[in-house]
């Protein structure tokens, strides 16, 4: 929004060239109990007299001509107190109002659905405790008012970019313009936030003649606007020439569009949708020192619920015939940084990576969160299923859903983790299902018989259709158990056993791969029948076997020598 007064300004500069050049000549007279003023020329009365006759607005005329009935006093004579004190009225006035509450559309009562993209509306980056927010935000406005007089304002945003750039000037009257950039989020609980805005600016005001002031601020704000508006004052260094010439190039370099003045340059700023851009000027700038970082810091208690933020900059300038006054500032809201928000760690998933149609297989997920807040969990299956939000668990906690898949085909799980503040994470899992087969039934060979206490010696092998790795399970028959592998698929393996009693056991065996179930079962009896022969025994035996061999020995010997 701009204030096109062409004419009038025109006029005014024509009056404030000739006041000036006089008011410098002029001696400034302060006798005892009088007030300070200064005399007009009567060429200069004349000028006056033709500016108010070339004002159309008629009830702008009457409105200059009492202002003037008040600051000209008789005798040609213009009270320099009167002035200041009505300068200083006008840009209280202007500079204390605040933005329509219209500009606000954002409501902290909405109510969210419950759904995988129930997530704070803002993404940021997280960093420890902390998220900062970059362009495009979720929201920007900018407006400004005047007295209507001789005054103008102009302000623009962009929330694409950042950008925001606000400029006042006053010759009879005050005028003032605020940009700011908007932030939502949502916390859980009630807890302290801390936010850190980093403003990428440049500034520059002018204040020529008498009673004349400008000024430019920082701007912040939460929630319920008017009760939580802050600002404070920041330095505009540059000469206005200086700043003019700057704004003017950069909105002229970054749009294409050549702006014939200041206030339509920033009137502009709202089009400047290229964040990268933007930032490239601005820290050319920075370098050269023609531009400053300024940072808003502020704290608040927020209570359960969406919240919003905002934070800018404002310029106001007034002045009251005697002087005319400018400022101007425009800069890139770089981040804003809230600390007290943070994503949780991307989900830690857990499960098997392959599955077989109309099996049901179980998957897990497990994450933390940086502030400590609890945190639910969503499985989206992969094929256009989910597992709906979870209950929230305590930050760490271990959450499990079952699934059970009914096409083949290649699934990427996508695991969502969400604190109570609505900051969200995710991970990937990629599951393969197909119509996998288990093993063959085993073939088992060996023995059908044994000798209790000693090592039975089982072989076993079998194929799995899938070429994947095998693992047997033996039931010895006598209560025992024992399960092997994983080995390669045909491969004949070997497993030992020892009975510890006469008798028939049946051996029972099944394979699986481990993803596709296990086979049928495979059976062999074998029987224990012999007696266990002892050491001594043993020995006794060996002793008459070579007492035997020694006389045929002895008989060879003699039947042959």
Known sequence: MKIKLLFVISVSILILGNTFSTATSVKFHKEKNKEEFFELAEEELIRLNDFLDKIKNEEKKIKIEEILNKIIIQNKKVDIKAVEELSKKYYNSINSKIAPIYYFSYSPNLQPNLNINDQTLSLGLSSGTSTVFMPPYDGCFSWGDGTNLIDEYSHGCNKHSGAIGVYANAFIGGAT??????????????????????????????????????????????????????????????????????????????????????????????????????????????????AKVLNIKFSYSAKPGYHTIWTGLRASASACLTGTASAVTMGQVEKITIDGIAVPDSPDVSGPSSCLIGEIYEFCA???????????????????????????????????????????????????????????????????????????????????????????????????????????????????????????????????????????????????????????????????????????????????????????????????F
């Open 177 to 290: 313009a605020e940009a700011m950039q908007q932030v939502n989020f949502y916390v859980g609980r009630t807890k302290t936030i801390s936010i850190n805005a980093k403003i990428l600016r440049s500034g520059g005001k002018t204040s020529f003649g008498f009673g004349a002031f400008s000024g430019t601020e920082k701007t912040w704000t939460w929630e319920e606007f008017n009760d939580n508006y802050h600002r404070s004052d920041v330095d505009s260094w540059l000469s206005w020439d200086v700043i003019l010439f700057k704004i003017i190039s950069i909105v002229t370099l970054i749009i294409g569009v050549n702006p014939t003045d200041i206030a339509q340059a920033i009137s502009l700023v709202g089009q400047i949708f290229d964040f990268d851009a933007l930032a490239i000027q601005m820290y050319d700038m920075f370098d050269e020192g023609n």
């Open 366 to 560: 497990e994450s933390g969160d940086p502030n400590g807040d609890k945190i639910r969990y969503l499985f989206d299956w992969g094929d256009g299923t989910n597992s709906g939000w979870t209950n929230y668990k305590i930050s760490g906690s271990k959450v499990c859903k079952t699934k059970k898949y009914t096409s083949e085909g290649t699934y990427d799980i996508k695991v969502y983790s969400q604190d109570i503040d609505k900051m969200q994470s995710e991970s990937t899992y990629t599951v393969i299902v197909g119509g996998q087969k288990p093993p063959n039934k085993p073939s088992l060979s060996g023995s059908s018989t044994g000798q209790y206490l000693e090592d039975y010696t089982l072989k076993v092998s079998s194929i799995d259709p899938n070429k994947d790795t095998i693992i047997y399970f033996v039931d010895w028959g006598d209560e025992k158990t024992n399960e092997y592998g994983p080995y390669e698929s045909g491969k004949e393996k070997s497993f030992k056993h020892e009975y510890l009693r006469k008798g028939e056991y049946d051996i029972k065996v099944k394979a699986t791969d481990g993803i596709s179930g296990w086979s049928e079962w495979a059976t062999k009896t074998v029987s224990m029948p012999r007696d266990k022969i002892s050491k001594n025994n043993r020995m006794l035996q060996l002793f008459c076997r070579f007492t035997v061999f020694t006389k045929i020995l002895n008989n060879l010997k003699f039947f042959y």
